[in-house]
């Protein structure tokens, strides 16, 4: 593993081999090419392919070691981290500076074949799919997608000894049955269904091993696995059973300062523990059976989780957990995120966590009213807080709107006739909960405000972050 002073070292550069004008919550790739144009001077940059939207998919060789190293990032397009990473990574690996001799060390051992960004397509509309909705890492047998066979063909080109799949996973999951979030999982793919062992993939285990062990180092208990059930459609599981050492590593979330930046260091390090391992077989001083010891991850969270409300179905009422997630979108002519919220579950929630956990319990679930009007550029924000102090949640009426599927107003529109109300999974969250000391919330969107904050709040946008637009 780098040595404490290397990584000391290291921590204190970032912030110098760290690409500023870009972030990890998403990249443009028109963006992305004028930054690789900027770094590229030691590198050797050609064309592996061309997305299903036409877009170049770059492949970067870097050293002339005789141990060969495939990386490949967003083959989800909206899954950014680790695109970034790469890029802190290049950038590290061009400039002259105090560790020099870690990068000598990769340059003389390995040969790299990095492929990021693999959907270009997919990190434009900020979707995990390709242009012509295909989830590529379920492509790796037909190979329908030319992003697919880009990186199919690079592979059985290059031969590589060493093949990470880098990812982002979603914010719901937890390490364990535990509260605490995974920074980053990890995953040795299994080649079969029976999980079997073989040289490569115990290579795979010791290695994560080794960059489990960095990260303990670093942000501590933070780390979890992925379980390892046999998907022979993914490239990983693919790779693994034509003989590479697969590493699949998984950018999870943080409570930590920087949030996603946060992650994306991580990534920067865990790459280049993995290659100056890689580069003296040090990690083959691992036990593979400590890659078990890593807990397992559970998708057991929830954006909101309303606790113990009183639900009224069919002249009977019911004491049930509402579970609710916030889809993210990107819109890609206005450049900003939205969120789409879906009610998940309802029931008993004893067992899950959520970032936002309420207990209601004496209060009940009612529909919002709807306010007739046309012009909505005559409500200000006083006008709409009014209107949600006195349970509207919607401004119904012929309406214009320029923003297609949402709104910034922290109140939803209907254009056209009322939505029926029913409180079901797969719902948008929009509804009310009071008791009978006249305390109430009103839910837009899955977003949640109180009585009290609409009292006081003078702008509701740190609150609900946008509204829905319905037909």
């Known amino acids: 593993m780098l040595s404490k002073e290397t990584i000391e070292l290291l921590q204190h550069n970032y912030p110098g081999y760290k690409i500023d004008d870009i972030n990890a919550d998403y990249i443009h790739p028109d963006n992305f090419n004028r930054i690789l144009n900027r770094i590229i001077k030691d590198f050797s940059v050609e064309v592996a392919g061309e997305s299903a939207g036409g877009k170049k998919i770059f492949k970067i060789k870097y050293g002339h070691g005789k141990t060969k190293i495939l990386i490949w990032t967003q083959m989800h397009g909206d899954e950014p981290t680790a695109t970034a990473a790469i890029l802190d990574l290049l950038n590290f690996l061009n400039r002259q500076d105090d560790i020099n001799n870690l990068k000598k060390k990769i340059k003389e051992n390995l040969t790299l074949s990095i492929i990021p960004m693999l959907n270009p397509d997919g990190a434009e509309l900020f979707t995990r799919e390709n242009l012509i909705g295909i989830d590529i890492n379920r492509d790796a047998l037909r190979l329908q997608s030319p992003e ?254 320029g923003d297609g599927a949402y709104t910034l107003l922290p109140i939803n529109l209907a254009k056209s006739n009322k939505p029926h109300f029913d409180l079901k999974i797969g719902e948008p969250a929009n509804f009310m909960l009071s008791n009978k000391a006249n305390e109430y919330y009103i839910l837009i969107n899955g977003f949640m405000v109180s009585d009290k904050e609409l009292n006081c709040l003078r702008d509701l946008s740190d609150k609900i972050a946008n509204a829905l637009v319905y037909d």
């Not at 040090?282 to 909101?304: A, G, H």
């Open 148 to 401: 697919a066979r880009a990186l199919m063909k690079e592979f059985e080109n290059f031969g590589p000894d060493f093949s990470f799949n880098m990812h982002d996973q979603n914010r719901y999951y937890t390490i364990g049955s535990s509260d605490k979030l995974p920074a980053i999982s990890f995953l040795a793919p299994p080649f079969d269904y029976n999980c079997s062992l073989n040289p490569e993939r115990i290579r795979s285990m010791k290695l994560i091993v080794e960059l489990n062990r960095l990260l303990s180092i670093i942000t501590p208990d933070s780390t979890a696995r992925y379980n390892d059930e046999h998907e022979p459609r993914s490239f990983g599981d693919n790779f693994a059973g034509k003989g590479s050492s697969v590493i699949l590593i998984e950018s999870g979330n943080t409570l930590e300062p920087g949030g996603k930046e946060f992650i994306r260091k991580l990534n920067f390090f865990l790459l280049l523990t993995a290659l100056d391992s890689i580069a003296d077989n040090s990690y083959m001083n691992n036990e593979e059976k400590l890659y078990f010891d890593i807990p397992e991850n559970k998708e057991r969270m929830y954006d909101i989780i309303l606790r113990n409300t009183e639900m009224e179905k069919n002249n009977h009422s019911y004491i049930v957990d509402i579970g609710i997630k916030r889809a993210k979108k990107y819109d890609v002519k206005k450049q900003r995120f939205y969120y789409k919220s879906s009610i998940e579950e309802i029931g008993d929630l004893s067992t899950f966590t959520a970032w936002e956990d309420y207990d209601l319990k004496g209060f009940s679930i009612k529909p919002l009213k709807y306010f007739p009007s046309v012009n909505v550029k005559d409500f200000t924000n006083t006008d709409i807080t009014e209107l949600l102090k006195n349970g509207y949640g919607f401004i119904a009426g012929d309406i214009q709107t």
